[in-house]
């Protein structure tokens, strides 16, 4: 398994709503990460676990709440949102905490506040 | 703090004629070098990476790219493009330690490939 699967695929959430954002991978990678994509604009980092700790918080509001259950999975609690933070949520992961045999990035979670 | 440019922010090219993406990068050391390519809502698929060694790396279809330390460049090239090449290209820059690690994208190149 190569593969760094993110569920679900589209969320349209109202700004009183609670959802979450899920992220698994079966490489064995021991870091994992949260990025944010606005339309025509790259991926902006937003949270870094390493070995399941978090280990870089890109100072985030805290109505984006991360959670590493497992060293395979990553959740991203969302509560509160505002119509701006609509966007592309992407998942990656990487062998370990240096990036050094590269990222490996989810299809992404197509996220939409009304 | 690294950072990375991508002087271009299109590029139209015919189909069957060659490519260069540009990308320069700012970081102290020498950084893990990346090319990603994300077609319209999709995630970022990783075309080739530059760690060490040789300098010309080859990637998937036919890319290459060629870390110059001198000019602080990691340009992206192919020979002969195809239609299907037709989407954004992002040039990351990979560095950090052991405590987190952070992979910092330029702003894109959209490619535009006529027939």
């Known amino acids: 398994d190569t593969e760094v699967t993110q569920t679900p695929k589209h969320l349209v959430m109202g700004m009183t709503n609670k959802k979450s954002l899920k992220c698994e991978q079966h490489?064995?990678?021991?870091?994992m990460y949260w990025y944010k994509q606005k339309a025509k604009k790259p991926p902006e980092l937003m949270f870094v676990y390493s070995y399941e700790k978090l280990s870089i918080n890109e100072s985030v509001p805290s109505r984006f709440s991360p959670e590493c259950p497992n060293s395979s999975l990553l959740n991203l609690h969302l509560h509160a949102l505002q119509p701006e933070d609509s966007a592309l949520y992407l998942c990656?992961?990487?062998?370990?905490?240096?990036?050094?045999?590269?990222?490996?990035f989810g299809s992404g979670t197509r996220l939409t506040v009304v | 703090a690294q950072s990375v440019t991508q002087p271009d922010i299109h590029i139209t090219v015919s189909e069957g004629a060659s490519l260069e993406l540009r990308c320069n990068y700012s970081y102290g050391a020498t950084p893990y070098l990346f090319w990603y390519v994300q077609s319209p809502g999709q995630g970022l698929q990783l075309l080739l990476k530059?760690?060490?060694?040789?300098?010309l790396v080859q990637g998937i279809k036919g890319f290459e790219a060629e870390f110059k330390r001198s000019q602080s460049s990691f340009n992206l090239r192919k020979p002969s493009v195809h239609w299907s090449d037709a989407a954004e290209y992002f040039c990351a820059v990979g560095a950090g330690n052991n405590a987190g690690n952070m992979l910092t994208f330029g702003g894109g190149t959209r490619l535009m490939v006529k027939p």
């Open positions: 490489m064995g990678h021991r870091a």
């Open positions: 990656a992961s990487s062998q370990d905490g240096r990036g050094s045999m590269g990222y490996t």
């Open positions: 530059y760690f060490s060694g040789d300098t």
